[in-house]
C-alpha cells in the first residue's frame, strides 16, 4: 500500500470522522425505540393485561420497523457507493425509488392490519382472550402508521448514503418528543386508555413520513416512480428481506413461547425485549457509520480505507458493548420497577435479566461488523449466516424451552446463542478480506 492511500485509509476511518456520523445517527436511532419505551412504562401501570397487549402488538409493528430497516440498509448502501464514486444526483434517485418502495409497502401494511389483526393477535398470545383483544384493538390503529414509519426507513437510507446525518436528527427527534409528549396525556387525561398509545405512534410516524418526503422534494430530483428500478432494488434487497424474516421469525416465536407461560412472563419479555432492542439500535450508530463510510470508501476504488474502518468500528462496537452491559447490571434491582408495578412481572425479568447483560459486549461488535459488511453490499453472506443462526440455534432452543418449560430463561438463553454463533461467523469473514469488492457497484 502506498503512502498517500495509507493516509487516506487513516482519514475515513479516525475517530473524529466515524463519530460525526455516529454521533447524529445515535439520537435518530434511539429516538424511536426510547418513545417505544416511554410507552411501555406508560401503558404498563394501565396494568398486566394492557402490557401483554403492547408486547404482542408491538412485536408486529416490530417486524413492519425491521421491513423499514431492512429497505434503510439497502438503500444506504446503493447510494453511499454512488455517492463515493462522485455521483450525487445518482445516489439520490435510489432514495426516491426506495421511498415509492417503502410508502407502498406502508399502505399494504395499514389495510392488511384492519382485516388480519384479530387472527395474528390470538396466534401470538396463543388464543383467545382480554390479551389478543386488547392486541387487535390496538394494532388496527396504530397500523395506520406504517406508511409513515416506511417512508422515514428509505429518506434515512438515502441520507445517511449521502453522508447527511444532519436532517434525518431534526426530523426523526422532533416528532417523537411531541408524541412521548402526547402519550401520557391520551393514556390518562384524555381517558383513552390503550388506544391514546396507537394514536400516538400514528401521529410521531406519520409527521416523520411527511418531513422526509419534503427533503426528496426539496432536491429538486425527478419524483416519477420507475418500476423498472424499483424492481431492480426489490432484486438487489431480497437477501437483505430474507435476513429480516429469518430474524423476525426468531422474536415473534420468542413472544408466542414467552405468551404460553403467561401474562406475567410476555410482560417481563416485554420489558427486556424493548431494552435489548433499544440498546441494539444504539450500538447499531456505529454500524450507520460503517455503511455510508465503508460504501463511499469501496465506491470510490479504496479497500485499504473499507478495511481499516472495518477493524477500528469492530473494536468501538466491542468498548460501547461492555459500557452498555455495565449500566444494565446496574441497574438490576431499579430498571424493571420503571416499567410494571406488577410484582410477578419484575420477579419474570429478573430471569432474563443475566442474559441480556451477558449479551451486550458481544452485540456491540456483531451489529458494527453487520454494517461493515452491509455497505461493502456483502448481504448474501449475512443472509445465509442469518438463516443458519436462526433456524439452527435460535428457533429449536426456544421451542425446547416450550417443550421442557424452561421459562423466560430459557428463551433468553435462545437469543444469547444466536448472537454467538453470529460473532463467530463475522469475525471469520472480516479475516478472510473477500467482502472489500470496489466499485460503483458491486
Not at 82 to 92: C, E, L, M, T
Not at 98 to 124: C, D, E, N, P
Not at 264 to 288: P, R, S, T
Not at 364 to 382: E, K, M, N, Q, T
Request: proline share 3%; aromatic share 8%.
Amino acid at each position: 500500500m502506498s503512502h498517500t492511500a495509507t493516509a487516506a485509509a487513516q482519514r475515513s476511518a479516525s475517530p473524529r470522522r466515524i463519530a460525526s456520523l455516529a454521533l447524529p445517527a445515535l439520537v435518530v436511532l434511539a429516538a424511536e425505540p426510547l418513545y417505544v419505551l416511554v410507552d411501555t412504562a406508560v401503558v404498563g401501570h394501565l396494568g398486566r393485561v394492557p402490557l401483554a397487549a403492547l408486547a404482542v402488538g408491538g412485536t408486529v409493528l416490530t417486524l413492519t420497523a425491521w421491513v423499514g430497516t431492512v429497505v434503510a440498509y439497502g438503500t444506504t448502501g446503493r447510494a453511499a457507493r454512488r455517492f463515493g464514486a462522485g455521483d450525487r444526483a445518482a445516489a439520490v434517485a435510489e432514495g426516491v425509488q426506495s421511498s415509492w418502495l417503502a410508502f407502498g409497502v406502508g399502505l399494504l401494511v395499514a389495510i392488511g392490519m384492519q382485516f388480519g389483526a384479530g387472527a395474528l393477535a390470538r396466534t401470538l398470545a396463543g388464543g383467545g382472550g382480554d390479551v389478543a383483544d386488547a392486541a387487535a384493538h390496538w394494532l388496527r390503529i396504530a397500523a395506520l402508521g406504517a406508511p409513515g414509519l416506511l417512508l422515514a426507513a428509505a429518506g434515512n437510507g438515502w441520507l445517511r448514503g449521502v453522508q447527511d446525518t444532519r436532517r434525518p436528527l431534526f426530523f426523526v427527534l422532533g416528532p417523537n418528543v411531541l408524541s412521548a409528549l402526547l402519550c401520557p396525556l391520551l393514556v390518562y387525561p384524555g381517558g383513552l386508555g390503550l388506544v391514546g398509545s396507537a394514536v400516538a405512534n400514528v401521529v410521531a410516524q406519520t409527521l416523520c413520513g411527511v418531513l422526509f418526503a419534503a427533503a426528496l422534494v426539496a432536491e429538486r430530483v425527478s419524483l416519477r416512480p420507475r418500476p423498472r428500478v424499483i424492481r431492480q432494488q426489490l432484486v438487489l434487497s431480497r437477501d437483505l428481506l430474507i435476513r429480516g424474516l429469518a430474524f423476525q421469525a426468531s422474536f415473534l416465536s420468542a413472544t408466542a413461547v414467552a405468551a404460553r407461560f403467561g401474562a406475567a412472563a410476555v410482560g417481563a419479555h416485554q420489558i427486556a425485549l424493548q431494552l435489548w432492542f433499544f440498546a441494539a439500535l444504539v450500538l447499531d450508530a456505529l454500524a450507520i457509520a460503517a455503511q455510508s463510510l465503508v460504501g463511499a470508501a469501496l465506491g470510490a476504488g479504496d479497500d485499504a480505507a473499507a478495511r481499516a474502518l472495518a477493524r477500528r468500528i469492530g473494536l468501538l462496537g466491542g468498548v460501547c458493548g461492555v459500557g452498555f452491559a455495565l449500566l444494565v447490571a446496574a441497574g438490576a434491582g431499579v430498571v424493571p420497577s420503571w416499567f410494571s408495578s406488577d410484582a410477578a412481572v419484575r420477579e419474570q425479568a429478573m430471569v432474563a435479566w443475566p442474559w441480556f447483560v451477558v449479551m451486550l459486549p458481544l452485540g456491540g461488535v456483531v451489529f458494527a461488523l453487520d454494517g461493515v459488511l452491509i455497505g461493502a453490499g456483502d448481504v448474501r453472506y449475512l443472509r445465509n449466516l442469518t438463516i443458519v443462526a436462526a433456524f439452527g440455534g435460535f428457533l429449536p432452543a426456544i421451542w425446547l424451552t416450550y417443550w421442557l418449560d424452561l421459562g423466560l430463561g430459557g428463551i433468553w438463553a435462545g437469543l444469547t446463542l444466536f448472537v454467538v454463533i453470529r460473532l463467530v461467523a463475522l469475525l471469520l469473514r472480516l479475516r478472510n478480506g473477500s467482502w472489500a469488492v470496489t466499485g460503483a457497484v458491486r
